[in-house]
């Protein structure tokens, strides 16, 4: 997984308060294995459900450079931002 992909995505976690439950999953150099919430096609990340994970914080700009994700899930969170 390029490292980019991977760096947007801890950068989101930080900007919601790295929940210890997301933290332990996105352990890894590939959120396409097993990152909790993150699901892909042909090695990109799509989606990203969140829903009542507990978030708190503001929706990072990173997101923004994740080319192939096209729905974003974070109901039911305490989120502000874009």
Do not use: H, I
């Not at 990340?45 to 994700?69: D, F, I, K």
């Amino acid at each position: 997984m390029p490292a980019p992909v991977v760096t947007a995505l801890l950068s989101f976690l930080a900007d919601v308060g790295f929940p210890q439950r997301l933290a332990e999953s996105w352990a890894w150099n590939d959120p396409c294995k097993d990152w909790l919430g993150v699901s892909c096609y042909q090695g990109k990340v799509t989606l990203l459900n969140l829903t009542r994970y507990g978030l708190n914080g503001s929706v990072s700009a990173s997101l923004g450079t994740l080319s192939a994700l096209s729905d974003v899930r974070l109901n039911d969170d305490n989120l502000t931002g874009l």
